[in-house]
């Protein structure tokens, strides 16, 4: 699967960053084709962005190729999330561990690609994490 990793000139961006300890990036998504699938705060959830938005839209991105065993599995998962909510308890959650970052009823960016891994077949995180933030997930990529 592709996950594209991105950031963008805001503040919201920023303290993102900064909530890793000056990060890399601040938000993911998954990359299907000409497409993005990834969740948004101020789209209020899981929605489907042209690549091209999603990369105009960034001050810098980098697109990453995790090999799973089903990407197909993977990306009709993503898809079938479009519509759901934001996950803001998972965000706050993972400051303060009290979140299955895997409940299936919202998602928050990371959360949403890390899972659509697993749907592929590649689980990078113990199911008891307290969540994953987009370094996390970058981090984590074997290349």
Same mark, same amino acid.
């Given at each position: ?22 990060? &890399? ?5 998954? &990359? ?11 789209k /209020? /959830? ?5 690549? #091209?938005?999603?990369?105009? %839209?960034?001050? $810098?991105? +980098? ?8 990407? /197909?599995? /993977?990306?009709? @998962?993503?898809?079938?999330?479009? %519509?759901k909510?934001?996950? @803001?308890?998972?965000?706050? %959650?993972?400051? &303060?561990?009290?979140? =299955? @970052?895997q409940? =299936? =009823?919202?998602?928050?960016?990371? +959360?949403?690609? $890390?899972?659509? &891994?697993? #749907? ?10 307290? %969540? ?12």
């Open positions: 699967m592709r996950l594209i990793y991105a950031r963008h000139l805001s503040v919201s961006s920023a303290l993102v960053r900064l909530g890793q300890w000056f990060g &890399l990036w601040s938000h993911v998504g998954i &990359l299907d084709g000409y497409v993005v699938i990834h969740s948004l705060a101020r /209020g /959830g899981v929605v489907i962005t042209p690549a #091209e938005d999603v990369i105009r %839209g960034a001050s $810098e991105y +980098e697109v990453v190729d995790v090999p799973t065993p089903d990407d /197909g599995r /993977g990306l009709a @998962w993503a898809h079938a999330q479009v %519509g909510p934001y996950d @803001w308890t998972g965000v706050v %959650g993972i400051a &303060l561990a009290q979140r =299955d @970052w409940q =299936d =009823d919202a998602w928050y960016c990371s +959360e949403l690609a $890390e899972r659509a &891994l697993a #749907e592929a077949g590649v689980q990078r995180w113990r199911p008891n994490a307290r %969540g994953v933030t987009p370094c996390m997930s970058y981090y984590n990529v074997t290349r």
